[in-house]
């Protein structure tokens, strides 16, 4: 994550506040939605963890077959 930019926004919506990240290489976007009295450092990470369990998902699976660690005989 760190080799390129998260836009994070932070959106009031009744007594909630709405937390997006979007992540400037790839464009996915994740949101949450939690409790203004957590603070937007504690928002910002929780969302930051969303952002990156969904760009983990969609990395390509290894094809079949492939080694887990190539170069080294098991």
């Known amino acids: 994550m760190a080799e390129h930019s998260v836009i994070i926004e932070f959106h ?3 007594a909630f506040v709405k937390v ?3 992540d400037s290489e790839s464009l996915v ?3 949450i939605v939690g ?6 450092a504690a928002l910002e990470r929780a969302v930051m963890r969303k952002l990156e ?4 998902k969609r990395k390509p699976a290894p094809a079949p077959g492939a080694r887990a ?5 098991a």
Do not use: K, Q, T
């Open 53 to 56: 369990y969904v760009l983990a």
């Open 20 to 22: 997006s990240a979007i």
């Open 29 to 31: 976007e994740v949101s």
């Open 35 to 40: 409790d203004p009295a957590a603070g937007e």
């Open 12 to 14: 009031n919506v009744g």
């Open 69 to 73: 660690r190539p170069g080294l005989l």
